[in-house]
C-alpha cells in the first residue's frame, strides 16, 4: 500500500501553495511600504528643505570694520560670506541705524584703481564672496566711537534679513596685520 494519501498529498500542495503566496504578498507589501517610505522621506525631505530659509545656509566669517585713522571719517569693512545651501543667494544691501554703509568694489582702471558702488552681490549654491581690502568691500561714514562691535543688518533680494556683528578693529592693530580677535569662533 501506498503511505502517501491523495487527500493528505493534495491538502499539503494546498497549505504549501498558500504559504508560498502569503511570504511573496508579505515580501511584495513590504518592498512596496519601504519605497513608500522612501518616497516619504524624500518628499518630507524637499517639504523641510523649502520651509528653510536661505539664511540658514549662509555662513559669515571674520566680519570686521576697520577704525580710520583720527580725523577720518570714512572706515573699511570685510568679510566672507558662505552659501553652503542649494540656492543662490543676493545680498542687496547693508544697513544700520544712523550710518550711511555702502558697498564698493575697487576696480582697476587705466593706471590706477577707483571705487564702484554695489547694488547687489550674488553667491551661488556652494560658494562665497569675500570681501577685502583691494576687492569688495563696504565703506561705512561716521562710527561710533568708544565701542567693540556694531550691529549691521544684511538684507537680501528675497526680503530676508540676517543680523550680524561686526568688530571694530583699532587702527593699530589691523596695520599690523591683525584682524578679529574672535576669529575662528
Known amino acids: 500500500m501506498n503511505p502517501i494519501n491523495p487527500s493528505h498529498y493534495a491538502l499539503t500542495n494546498a497549505l504549501s501553495f498558500s504559504t508560498i503566496r502569503i511570504l511573496l504578498t508579505a515580501v511584495l507589501i513590504t518592498g512596496c511600504s519601504a519605497g513608500m517610505k522612501q518616497d516619504n522621506a524624500d518628499e518630507i525631505g524637499a517639504d523641510l528643505t ?11 566669517v571674520n566680519p570686521r570694520i576697520n577704525i580710520p585713522a583720527p580725523g577720518q571719517t570714512i572706515a573699511a569693512g570685510y568679510f566672507t560670506l558662505m552659501n553652503h545651501g542649494f540656492e543662490s543667494v543676493t545680498l542687496t544691501r547693508i544697513s544700520a541705524p544712523d550710518l550711511d554703509v555702502q558697498m564698493h568694489s575697487t576696480v582697476v582702471e587705466g593706471a590706477g584703481t577707483t571705487m564702484r558702488p554695489l547694488t547687489s552681490v550674488t553667491i551661488a549654491a556652494d560658494e562665497q564672496t569675500v570681501f577685502q581690502p583691494g576687492g569688495k568691500h563696504l565703506m561705512i561714514r561716521d562710527l561710533p ?7 549691521l543688518d544684511m538684507e537680501f533680494a528675497d526680503g ?26
Open 50 to 60: 523649502a520651509q528653510m530659509s536661505a539664511l540658514d545656509a549662509l555662513h559669515l
Open 145 to 151: 566711537t568708544g565701542v567693540e562691535n556694531l550691529t
Open 160 to 185: 530676508a534679513t540676517l543680523q550680524t556683528t561686526f568688530a571694530l578693529i583699532p587702527m593699530q592693530q589691523w596695520m599690523q596685520g591683525g584682524q578679529n580677535p574672535h576669529q575662528g569662533h
